[in-house]
């Protein structure tokens, strides 16, 4: 199939414009390359910026303990912060320890 002259006008006159195209493809892929750079270089100056964790330093200073378990530590430390009319009072009221574990279902 052969190319006929009015073929080759319509072609030469769009050839300006392919052009343009694909020259601005190319700015384009430079412009989001640069771009991209850009976000880089913020994002590595926020992360020098900020604050870092401490990291986990294995047996350290909670290595040393005298002992006793965490929990025997807590509850220690919760009875010397109440108050002796706190005792009094828990001793006056009669505990379960079945309280609120069943519950009663009639027919």
């Given at each position: 199939m052969a190319i006929s002259p009015?073929?080759?006008q319509t072609l030469f006159s769009q050839v300006d414009k392919i052009g343009k195209q694909e020259n601005?493809?190319?700015?384009g892929a430079a412009i989001q390359q640069s771009l991209q750079q850009i976000h880089?270089?913020?994002q590595?100056?926020?992360r020098i910026q900020e604050v870092n964790e401490?990291?986990?330093t294995?047996?350290?200073a909670e290595a040393v303990t005298d002992g006793r378990p965490r929990q025997?530590?807590?509850?220690d430390r919760q009875k010397k912060e109440e108050e002796p009319g706190e005792e009094e009072a828990k001793k006056d009221k009669i505990s379960d320890p079945d309280l609120g574990r069943n519950i009663d279902v009639l027919l």
């Open positions: 009015i073929d080759l601005a493809q190319r700015q880089n270089q913020l590595t100056e926020e401490a990291q986990n294995g047996e350290g025997r530590e807590d509850e």
